[in-house]
T-cell receptor, first 112, second 114 residues
Framework: QQPVQSPQAVILREGEDAVINCSSSKALYSVHWYRQKHGEAPVFLMILLKGGEQKGHEKISASFNEKKQQSSLYLTASQLSYSGTYFCGTEISNFGNEKLTFGTGTRLTIIP | NAGVTQTPKFRVLKTGQSMTLLCAQDMNHEYMYWYRQDPGMGLRLIHYSVGEGTTAKGEVPDGYNVSRLKKQNFLLGLESAAPSQTSVYFC?????????????FGQGTRLTVV
């Protein structure tokens, strides 16, 4: 039931843009995005609730297409600090028994 | 606030030994989770709890047991450790309920089973 993320890895030069995709086979209640630096815990970026909303966080934004059960994370004008592994987490509405399930991650490397 | 605290941070076990990992949160969160992280596998959900006294199985529950006797604590037990349980374990918590909220992670426990 893990969501599927693509690509698995991407290397960018500083200033370039990236898109990370997340898809699920089940209807989603919400999508979370987290970033993990090597040797550290995942850190929250944003949540998108069903309704097709789009959110932004400085130069990092995301969209959620409820009908397609997909979400995309957009990183524009990437900075060295954006390097890390990005995880999407998905929740399926289950009447108060929701569980947060993560994808396998996308490793992003930004080079000068 | 301490947030989410995991104990211990590192541990080496021999095959067949047992141990308990402790996760404590001071944010009055309802939901708590245990994940394991292995190279190329992402974060896989072991067990989770939606409130004090409740637990539920995740994607990879075999070989693990959990308890949530107090709202702030979520314990993960390995009754008979196996080399396949070598991993980094993360605990997380969130407010949960009907409104989805961010999950806060502990710093992880690196477990090696030899």
């Amino acid at each position: 039931q893990q969501p599927v993320q693509s690509p698995q890895a991407v290397i960018l030069r500083e200033g370039e843009d990236a898109v990370i995709n997340c898809s699920s086979s089940k209807a989603l209640y919400s999508v979370h995005w987290y970033r993990q630096k090597h040797g550290e815990a995942p850190v929250f970026l944003m949540i998108l609730l069903k309704g097709g909303e789009q959110k932004g966080h400085e130069k990092i934004s995301a969209s959620f297409n409820e009908k397609k059960q997909q979400s995309s994370l957009y990183l524009t004008a990437s900075q060295l600090s954006y390097s890390g592994t990005y995880f999407c987490g998905t929740e399926i509405s289950n009447f108060g028994n929701e569980k947060l399930t993560f994808g396998t991650g996308t490793r992003l490397t930004i080079i000068p | 606030n301490a947030g989410v605290t995991q104990t211990p941070k590192f541990r080496v076990l021999k095959t067949g030994q047992s141990m308990t990992l402790l996760c404590a949160q001071d944010m009055n969160h309802e939901y708590m989770y245990w994940y394991r992280q292995d190279p190329g596998m992402g974060l896989r959900l072991i067990h989770y709890s939606v409130g004090e006294g409740t637990t539920a199985k995740g994607e990879v529950p075999d070989g693990y047991n959990v308890s949530r006797l107090k709202k702030q604590n979520f314990l993960l037990g390995l009754e008979s450790a196996a080399p396949s349980q070598t991993s980094v374990y993360f605990c997380a918590s969130s407010y949960g309920e009907a409104l989805s909220t961010e999950a806060f992670f502990g710093q992880g426990t690196r477990l090696t089973v030899v």
